[in-house]
C-alpha cells in the first residue's frame, strides 16, 4: 500500500490510504527507520509511529497558459553530467536532487566557458502534466534571465510530448514567484508540507 522512488532518484513517496496504518507500515519498510516521508500537511494526520522533523510552506503553480520556447543553445544534461550538477546543487539549493535524478528527463542547462552555471528539468508528472524542477542559477550569475529561458524551454519539451507543466516553490521565494508569474505561471494552491520521519521502536 506504499510506493516509493528509488533512494537514489527522489525521496518523493506515496501510501494508497493516509487513514491506514498498514499503509504506513508499507511506507516504513521501503523506507527505512532512517528515511524520511514528505506529505501535504493539511491533507494528512500524523500517522502513529511519526514524527514531524520540518515543516515548510510552499506553492503550486500551474502553466497551462505558458507559452514554452525552445532555445537551441542550451545544452541537454544525462546521467553523464550528474557530479557537475550535483556541485550547482550543493551551491543553488533549489531543492531536492540526488545522483540519479536528471533520469527523470528533460533537463537542460547553460554552459559559460564550459561551466555549467545554470539548469532545470523534470519531476513529477501526474497524468497530463510534468513538473518544472531544479530550476537554479550560481549565485555570481544570477540575473542574466537563465532561470527564464530554462523554464520556457524545458515546458516547450513538455508541451511537445502534449502535456501541461507545472511547478513548485517555496511560499517565501517572491523573487522566483514574481518571476514565474511573468512567465505565465498561476498559483493553484498553498500547500504546506510536512517531513516525517519513523519514531524509533
Known amino acids: 500500500m506504499a510506493r516509493r522512488y528509488p533512494v537514489d532518484i527522489s525521496p518523493f513517496n506515496a501510501v494508497e490510504d493516509p487513514s491506514s496504518p498498514r499503509a504506513w507500515a508499507d511506507l516504513r519498510k521501503l523506507i527505512g527507520d532512517d528515511g524520511v516521508a514528505i506529505v501535504i500537511a493539511d491533507s494528512v494526520a500524523v500517522p502513529e509511529g511519526w514524527q514531524v522533523v520540518e515543516t515548510f510552506p510552499g506553492v503550486q503553480m500551474s502553466g497551462e497558459d505558458v507559452i514554452g520556447v525552445h532555445d537551441p543553445e542550451l545544452v541537454t544534461l544525462d546521467i553523464s553530467n550528474a557530479a557537475e550538477m550535483l556541485d550547482l546543487i550543493a551551491r543553488t539549493e533549489p531543492g531536492p536532487f540526488l545522483p540519479r535524478t536528471v533520469e527523470l528527463g528533460g533537463y537542460l542547462g547553460v ?8 539548469m532545470a528539468g523534470r519531476r513529477l508528472n501526474p497524468p497530463g502534466w510534468i513538473e518544472i ?3 537554479c542559477t550560481a549565485p555570481e550569475l544570477r540575473g542574466k534571465g537563465y532561470a527564464a529561458r530554462l523554464v520556457l ?24 514567484i514574481r518571476l514565474y508569474e511573468k512567465l505565465g505561471f498561476k498559483i493553484r494552491i498553498a500547500p504546506k508540507f510536512n517531513i516525517l520521519q519513523p519514531v524509533g521502536d
Open 111 to 118: 554552459r559559460v566557458d564550459g561551466e555549467l552555471v545554470a
Open 133 to 135: 524542477s531544479a530550476v
Open 153 to 176: 524551454a524545458v515546458a516547450a519539451g513538455i508541451q511537445d510530448a502534449g502535456q501541461k507543466p507545472f511547478l513548485h516553490t517555496g511560499a517565501g521565494n517572491t523573487n522566483a
